[in-house]
């Protein structure tokens, strides 16, 4: 979702600003490595302009400013896309009331062995 409200705004950028005005954020050291990664990524695969990345990277930066860092300890297998479970990991750690996440993968988690909402951003600005 972050690369989307970073690049794109719309939606996503609007549940980040509610994120940031009425939410508690959390990020693990996995996170923050994406965080870093991806732009990078993004930019080299021709994914976006050079704009987009200076605008990506000063989202990213904006929200890790604003972010608690948690460790965790406990690796969750729950996600058809292993990578994700790194979100859950995190959120599980936190004690996350909710995961904001526009990704399929997440979204169609129905079990999950611990109390977490995960919503798309359209529904974390409408129920949240």
């Known amino acids: 979702m972050l690369i989307s409200a ?10 980040v600003k509610k994120a940031f005005a009425d ?4 990020v693990s050291p996995s996170l923050l490595k994406e965080y870093r990664d991806v732009p990078m990524a993004l930019a080299s695969e021709g994914k976006i302009d050079a704009v987009q990345l200076e605008g990506l990277i000063s989202g990213i930066a904006s929200f890790v400013t604003n972010a608690k860092i948690v460790y965790p300890q406990k690796r969750m297998s729950v996600c058809r896309d292993p990578k994700d479970n790194m979100l859950l990991d995190c959120c599980l750690t936190a004690r996350a009331d909710f ?5 399929r993968d997440m979204l169609d988690i129905t079990a999950l062995p611990f109390e977490l909402k995960i919503l798309t951003p359209k529904k974390f600005i ?3």
């Open 99 to 103: 995961l904001v996440t526009g990704d």
């Open 6 to 15: 970073f690049v794109f705004g719309g939606v996503p950028e609007k549940a």
């Open 23 to 26: 939410a508690d954020i959390y």
């Open 126 to 128: 409408t129920e949240a």
